[in-house]
């Protein structure tokens, strides 16, 4: 009976994770500027939270999108709630725009942290954390 649980529990755990998996991956995979104070440019190809986003040319694919943590918005998480309209303002405000980043050093120091870099990317002049706030998006994320 027990050896039934565990082939059952190991079953369940890999169908979970072969059902989820594709679910929270993302196509931007440019290699990520990492030098605090480096500027880079592009279109908002891809939205994947409330404050984080993929910067890349107008045209090409996944592999030329530079995935961006937003420093001036740390939106809640996409379970959590307002995470999901989080990220449809996000969107809203600014897919498909040309935005101008600079990376900017997180709260440990550090200017990547897991596959995104840090930075602060401002559309029209205007900073993303600002318009997010202006829309009324309440931060609240980790």
Not at 1 to 19: D, E, H, P, Q
Not at 55 to 83: C, H, K, N, Y
Request: aromatic share 6%; net charge positive.
């Amino acid at each position: 009976m027990r050896s039934t649980i565990k082939i059952f529990a190991a079953v369940l755990g890999l169908l979970v994770t072969a059902v989820a998996g594709p679910a929270f991956a993302d196509p931007c995979e440019a290699p990520l500027p990492s030098q605090a104070g480096a500027e880079f440019s592009g279109v908002v190809r891809y939205v994947v939270d409330g404050d984080g986003l993929c910067v890349g040319p107008a045209s090409g694919g996944g592999a030329t999108w530079i995935e961006v943590r937003l420093m001036d918005f740390d939106a809640p998480e996409l379970r959590q709630p307002g995470g999901e309209e989080a990220r449809q303002t996000l969107r809203r405000l600014v897919f498909g725009r040309r935005v101008d980043c600079v990376v900017t050093p997180g709260r440990r120091g550090t200017t990547t942290s897991y596959d995104r870099t840090h930075a602060v990317c401002r559309l029209g002049g205007r900073r993303v954390g600002d318009l997010m706030r202006a829309a009324g998006v309440t931060e609240g994320g980790n």
